[in-house]
């Protein structure tokens, strides 16, 4: 197995249309994503129809994080896939830490497609208390990054850190049962002080499962049309 990381797009495209026209064991594909290159883990994680094992599960989310885009994007549609039609595999996704990791990828289409396994995964408790508590983490770091934020920061600077408030609002939709209704109002009052409408919209979506009517009613005269929208329907 080539575990070179090549450098050279052209030498990657090649080799991907390669091995496209070839076919593969499922060994062979869990050996590629052990320790393949770029277009091989990619391939491999596009190919692999099953997770049969612990240790194979622990192969596939490795590469979840921490690698090149391509391969986490590839990984992160094949666990999505499995968790939806082959429910069975559920208990091998035990990674809560990586998938916290994962959820605030720098590429949204992860993040989306993250959220939505973490949607199935909750089912597991230990896997909520401690994807949970990284959540709550990145989320108060996002907070403590925007209150240092000044005119003269550059406006990646904080978009990097309203991009990460923003999925963590999203992921905390499908949690809100299972967190402090004390602890969540906190949370969703200080991000309602954001400008950016977009974190107020997901505070908007949040609100409406609760109970939190003060703050519903905040939300239902916001400036901006696309928060009070969630209230219409």
Not at 65 to 90: F, M, Q, W, Y
Request: include cysteine.
């Amino acid at each position: 197995m080539n575990s070179g990381f090549y450098k050279d797009l052209d030498t990657n495209f090649e080799q991907a249309f390669e091995m496209s026209a070839r076919s593969f064991s499922h060994d062979e594909l869990i050996e590629m994503l052990q320790n393949g290159n770029i277009p091989q883990k990619q391939l491999a994680a596009l190919r692999i129809e099953e997770i049969n094992n612990q240790l194979e599960a622990d192969t596939l989310v490795s590469n979840l994080t921490g690698c090149d885009g391509k391969i986490r994007e590839a990984v992160s549609l094949k666990i999505n896939n499995l968790l939806r039609e082959k429910p069975h595999c559920t208990m091998f996704f035990n990674h809560a830490e990586i998938f916290a990791d994962a959820t605030i990828d720098i590429n949204a289409n992860i993040c989306r497609l993250v959220v939505d396994s973490v949607a199935i995964l909750k089912q597991n408790e230990e896997f909520t208390k401690i994807y949970l508590e990284k959540i709550f983490g990145f989320i108060e770091n996002a907070f403590i990054e925007l209150d240092k934020i000044v005119f003269r920061d550059k406006k990646y600077v904080i978009n990097k850190q309203l991009f990460k408030l923003y999925w963590c609002l999203e992921t905390l939709k499908f949690f809100v049962n299972d967190i402090e209704p004390e602890k969540l109002l906190k949370i969703l009052e200080r991000s309602c002080e954001e400008t950016e409408y977009t974190i107020r919209e997901k505070v908007a979506q949040i609100a409406v499962l609760t109970d939190f009517d003060n703050l519903k009613a905040q939300l239902r005269e916001d400036e901006n049309y696309y928060v009070r929208a969630v209230f219409a329907s």
